[in-house]
C-alpha cells in the first residue's frame, strides 16, 4: 500500500521555465511533508519541507504547497537550472511518529 | 563535517553469504534508519531505530536484521543473501525526539549486488 504516491517517474523541463513536481498521499494522518533531491550515486538531500498548518512554504526558487483538501503537494522550482536535475523524492510523517514514508521518486531533467 | 558514514559503498556477495552494512553518524542524533531504494519503488524503509536501545520493523524487515550499538552506530545484517536483496542501500539519521519535525540526514549509500 503505497501511502505516498508520484505518479510522473520523469519530467522535461527547459532550463528558465517553472518545474512543478507533484506528490499525493492517502494517509490523512500525515501532518509534515518534506521534498528531497537526489543526485547520482550520492544520498538524497533535504530540500524543502512544509507542516500541515501551512499551504505553502518558500526557500529561494523553491516552493512547496499542500492542497490537504486534496491530500496533493507540489514542488514548484523556479527558474529550473542544469543543477537542478535530479530525481525528486517527497516524504511525509505523522506527528510522534519516527517514520518518514517517501514516494516513488521524479526524474526531473532540465534542458539547456 | 562527516554527518553519516556507511561501509562498504559496493558488495557483490554470492547467495546465501552473510555481511553487515555498517553505518555511523557524528550529529548526536537520537534516530537513525535503515532504507532500501529499488527503481520504481522510491526509498522503502527497513528497520528504524527511535533511541539508542530500540529497534523497529519497517516497512520492508523480512531477510534484515539490525544493531544498535550506540547512539552513534546503526547496523544492517543480511544472515543469508538472497537475488531480491540487490539494492542500493541507504543509512540516515534525525534529531526526532518526541517525533519532531526534523529533516533526515543520509550517507551516501551502499550498492550491494547478490548474485
Known amino acids: 500500500d503505497q501511502q505516498v504516491k508520484q505518479n510522473s517517474p520523469s519530467l522535461s523541463v527547459q532550463e528558465g521555465r517553472i518545474s512543478i513536481l507533484n506528490c499525493d498521499y492517502t494517509n490523512s494522518m500525515f501532518d509534515y511533508f518534506l521534498w528531497y533531491k537526489k543526485y547520482p550515486a550520492e544520498g538524497p538531500t533535504f530540500l524543502i519541507s512544509i507542516s500541515s498548518i501551512k499551504d505553502k512554504n518558500e526557500d529561494g526558487r523553491f516552493t512547496v504547497f499542500l492542497n490537504k483538501s486534496a491530500k496533493h503537494l507540489s514542488l514548484h522550482i523556479v527558474p529550473s537550472q542544469p543543477g537542478d536535475s535530479a530525481v525528486y523524492f517527497c516524504a511525509a510523517q505523522i506527528q510522534g511518529a519516527q517514520k518518514l514514508v517517501f514516494g516513488q521518486g521524479t526524474r526531473l531533467t532540465i534542458n539547456p | 563535517n562527516a554527518g553519516v558514514t556507511q561501509t562498504p559503498k559496493f558488495q557483490v556477495l554470492k547467495t546465501g553469504q552473510s555481511m553487515t552494512l555498517q553505518c555511523a553518524q557524528d550529529?548526536?542524533?537520537?534516530?537513525m534508519y535503515w532504507y532500501r531504494q529499488d527503481p520504481g519503488m522510491g526509498l522503502r524503509l527497513i528497520y528504524y531505530?527511535?533511541?539508542?536501545?530500540?529497534?523497529d520493523k519497517g516497512e520492508v524487515p523480512n531477510g534484515y536484521n539490525v544493531s544498535r550499538l550506540n547512539k552513534r552506530e546503526f547496523s544492517l545484517r543480511l544472515e543469508s543473501a538472497a537475488p531480491s536483496q540487490t539494492s542500493v542501500y541507504f543509512c540516515a539519521s534525525r534529531d526526532g525526539i518526541g517525533g519532531a519535525y526534523t529533516e533526515a540526514f543520509f550517507g551516501q549509500g551502499t550498492r550491494l549486488t547478490v548474485v
Open positions: 531505530s527511535a533511541s539508542e536501545g530500540t529497534t
Open positions: 550529529m548526536n542524533h537520537n534516530s
